[in-house]
Every structure is written in C-alpha cells, then in structure tokens.
C-alpha cells in the first residue's frame, strides 16, 4: 500500500469524491425543491472547483499511465524511476497547475457582464454555458477554455495512448500468455477508468453542439460528473 500506484490512487479517489461533491448536493436540492436558483458568488465557487478536480483528474490519469508504462517496460529501474520524491512532484505539480488554470478562468470571468438574471440550461454552473449566456465579448475567455481543454485534456490523453502504445510494443516483441495476463491484470483496471473518464468528456463535447438537444447535453455532463467518479472506486476494489 505504499507503492506508487497505491499514492496516485489515494489522490484519485479523493479527487472523485470532491468532483462529484461540486455539484451533486446542489442537483439533489433542486432536486427538491421548487427555487431552483444558485447566487453569483455560489456558481464561481462551483465553477472554479470543478475545473479544478477534474483537471486533476485528467493529469492523475495521465501520471499513473506513466507509472504502468515505467512497471511493465522497465520493471528492473521501477523503483529508481518511481521514486517517492518524483511521484509526489508529479502528485503536487497536478495540483498546482489545475488551481492555477482553474483561478485563470475565474479572474476572467470576473471582467464578464450580465445584464440580468439568467437560466443556466444545466444541472450546475458550466462555464461555457455561462458564457453563452454574457452580454459582453468573450473571445478571450473561449480562447483560454480552448487552450485549457487542449493542455489538460488532450495532452494528458496522447500521453496515455503513447504510453499504452508502448506497452503494447512491449509484450508484442516478447509474446507470453503470462506476459500478457500480468499486462491485463495492471492496466486493465486504468484502462477501465480512462475510457469512462474520456469517453464521457467526447460526449461532453458532441452534446454540446447547437444541432443536439438540452437533454443530451445534461446527461453527458451528469454521466461525467457523476457516475464516472462513483464507478472508479468500483473497478479499482475490483481489481484488488
């Protein structure tokens, strides 16, 4: 339990329980009740914790591909590689990073006007949808959303599938039934997470064009905001 990839699993589940906190308890009281509303102050807080436990998310899952690549393709360099000191620079440069990108995103939403009350068309404040909904430009701030999805989504992703790439080179050059089960039984369970985890963020994505409806587009964010979290303690006790 004191391996690195029992470390990077602490943060993960604490991340996943803190994603799904953000907005859960707000939707089970609107749930509820008939004011269904959320003051200013309230949906930055909610805004600014969102981007940031699921950027950790994002890089979590990135950092623990490399942790799997590193086991399975240097298995005799894996405790000199994986040191205690590397994997918590990783675990705090995530953090550090994912709050400083997510208070970006606050300051300038904080130079955006609205012209009066609104109605969110979500379960939660979601930032492009709040910008939608300014009666000011916000090119810069799409332009920082843009970047920021390509520096904490995409980035991370390629560097899973980099990593997966490798390890599949891996057990191709050596062909072992035992090689291969060993490979299953480590990756298997993070392979599980990053699909459900990725997998909701593209419908994210695809819900949200102005072709798709409302509906769509709140069950892809609930599926990613909520149910991801909730199955990745599932498969990971699984695989224990």
Avoid at 10 to 15: D, E, G, I, K, R
Avoid at 44 to 73: H, K, P, T
Avoid at 169 to 174: E, H, N, W, Y
Avoid at 179 to 189: D, E, I, M, V, Y
Wanted: with cysteine.
């Amino acid at each position: 339990f004191h391996s690195p990839m029992y470390f990077f699993l602490s943060h993960l589940a604490f991340t996943d329980v803190s994603f799904s906190s953000v907005t859960v308890p707000k939707m089970l009281r609107d749930m509820h009740s008939k004011d269904k509303f959320i003051p200013y102050a309230g949906c930055i807080l909610q805004i600014y914790f969102f981007i940031v436990f699921g950027c950790v998310d994002s890089l979590l899952l990135a950092v623990m591909a490399y942790d799997r690549y590193v086991a399975i393709c240097h298995p005799l360099h894996y405790t000199a590689i994986m040191r205690e000191g590397l994997c918590v620079l990783l675990v705090a440069g995530s953090w550090l990073v994912c709050c400083g990108g997510a208070l970006l995103h606050i300051l300038l939403l904080g130079q955006v006007s609205f012209c009066a009350d609104n109605i969110i068309p979500q379960f939660f404040c979601d930032l492009p949808v709040l910008l939608k909904l300014s009666c000011s430009n916000t090119s810069v701030n799409e332009l920082v959303v843009l970047t920021a999805a390509a520096l904490f989504a995409v980035i991370p992703l390629s560097g899973i599938l980099i990593s997966y790439g490798h390890i599949g080179a891996s057990i191709l050059r050596v062909p072992s039934t035992t090689r291969l089960r060993k490979a299953l039984s480590t990756c298997g369970s993070h392979l599980s997470v990053v699909s459900l985890f990725y997998g909701s963020i593209i419908a994210m994505c695809f819900s949200s064009s102005p072709s798709d409806s409302n509906d769509k587009a709140i069950t892809a964010s609930l599926i990613y905001a909520t149910v991801t979290p909730m199955l990745n303690p599932i498969i990971y006790t699984f695989r224990n």
